[in-house]
């Protein structure tokens, strides 16, 4: 059974950094792809980021290109989004996800698994 929690949420001034994490079932990292997506009020469900199972390839929508990093520990289970250069337009909750399919951020909304999301808002 997949289990995903999220931290590390807040609020943060333009320009400023976060770094969300998010700690995983056993063998949740290495035989899933992992990834990241985001809500606004009033807005659709955005893929940002994704990672191959166990740690390889990752890809980023052009929104975040350039400031945001997703990486992972497996031996700490855990998967992160680094958040640089925060934008007010990044305001959303964040969620992280899981699925065994097509490993890109545009598929991350309809992962089969996810978190309970953690609030990001920058002003």
């Known amino acids: 059974h997949v289990q995903l929690v999220e931290s590390g949420g807040g609020s943060v001034q333009a320009g400023g950094s976060l770094r969300l994490s998010c700690v995983a079932s056993?063998?949740?990292?290495?035989?899933?792809?992992m990834g990241w997506f985001r809500q606004a009020p009033g807005n659709e469900r955005e893929g940002v980021a994704s990672?191959?199972?166990?740690?390889?390839?990752?890809y980023y929508a052009s929104s975040v290109t350039g400031r945001f990093a997703i990486s992972q520990d497996n031996a700490k289970t855990t998967l992160y989004l680094q958040m640089n250069s925060l934008k007010p337009e990044d305001t959303a909750i964040y969620y992280c996800?899981?699925?065994?399919?097509?490993?890109?951020?545009?598929?991350?909304?309809?992962?089969?698994?996810r978190g309970q999301g953690t609030q990001v808002t920058v002003s």
């Open positions: 996800a899981a699925d065994a399919g097509l490993c890109r951020p545009w598929r991350v909304p309809d992962f089969a698994y």
């Open positions: 056993k063998d949740t990292l290495r035989t899933n792809c």
């Open positions: 990672i191959y199972p166990g740690g390889g390839s990752q």
